[in-house]
């Protein structure tokens, strides 16, 4: 079976200041997906990044960047030099690697960014 | 790139009534589609597999009766809330992979509140 942990229910951070949103993923798939959504008050999920599973180079995006870690399952998110726009809730997701499968979701973390 | 549509963006109906959501795939077909429910604060729980042309395949412990999915075309998915009651009250968002099964698309999400 598939999981994902977002140990991480809720931060805060102060703007300007780094912050890093961790996942930990447990899947028996050798292959697999990995994805980080944003979901603003809106409700609506916004695509931040897909990574498989045998791609770890990390990737940086911005302000945003990712570290992925095959030999510890982690899937971990940095936000740098954080805005008050980033406050949001992130979700962290798993997917097998072929075929129409859904995707399974960590229970978010939210993210506060107090000004 | 792909969109799915989500329709209503938000819908408030009286308890013992149906409630219709369309999903629909804009530029692509999607043999499957897959319907998620998030209460408040938490995360997006799988409800149920809608496959074009055949029943859907419902997670352990959603009624099926209840949640009625037609998958009618290749393009669109429907989810019918039926006699619906304040518990159902949730925000509905579904979802469809591309062809290759690399990307993960999702509407826009239905937040129903049943009164």
């Known amino acids: 079976a598939q999981k994902v942990t977002q140990a991480q229910t809720e931060i805060s951070v102060v703007e300007k200041e780094d912050v890093t949103l961790d996942c930990v993923y447990e899947?028996?798939?050798?292959?697999?997906?990995l994805f980080w959504y944003k979901q603003p008050p809106s409700g609506e999920l916004v695509f931040l990044i897909r990574?498989?599973?045998?791609?770890?180079q990390n990737e940086i995006s911005g302000r945003y960047s990712w570290n992925f870690q095959k030999s510890t399952s982690s899937f971990n998110f940095t936000i740098t030099a954080s805005q008050v726009v980033d406050s949001a809730v992130y979700f962290c997701a798993l997917s097998a690697f072929s075929g129409n499968t859904p995707l399974v979701f960590g229970k978010g973390t939210r993210l506060s960014v107090i000004a | 790139g792909a969109v799915v549509s989500q329709h209503p963006s938000w819908v408030i109906c009286k308890s013992g009534t149906s409630v219709k959501i369309e999903c629909r795939s804009l530029?692509?077909?999607?043999?499957?589609m897959f319907w998620y429910r998030q209460f408040p604060k938490q995360s997006l729980m799988l409800m149920a597999t809608?496959?074009?042309?055949?029943?859907?395949?419902?997670e352990q412990g959603v009624e099926k009766d209840k949640f009625l999915i037609n998958h009618a075309s290749l393009t669109l998915s429907t989810l019918t809330v039926t006699s619906a009651h304040p518990e159902d009250s949730s925000f509905y968002i579904c979802s469809a992979r591309d062809g290759t099964g690399t990307e993960a698309f999702f509407g826009q999400g239905t937040r129903l509140t049943v009164v």
């Open positions: 809608s496959n074009e042309g055949s029943k859907a395949t419902y």
């Open positions: 530029d692509f077909q999607a043999t499957t």
């Open positions: 899947t028996r798939d050798t292959t697999y997906y």
């Open positions: 990574r498989n599973s045998f791609d770890e």
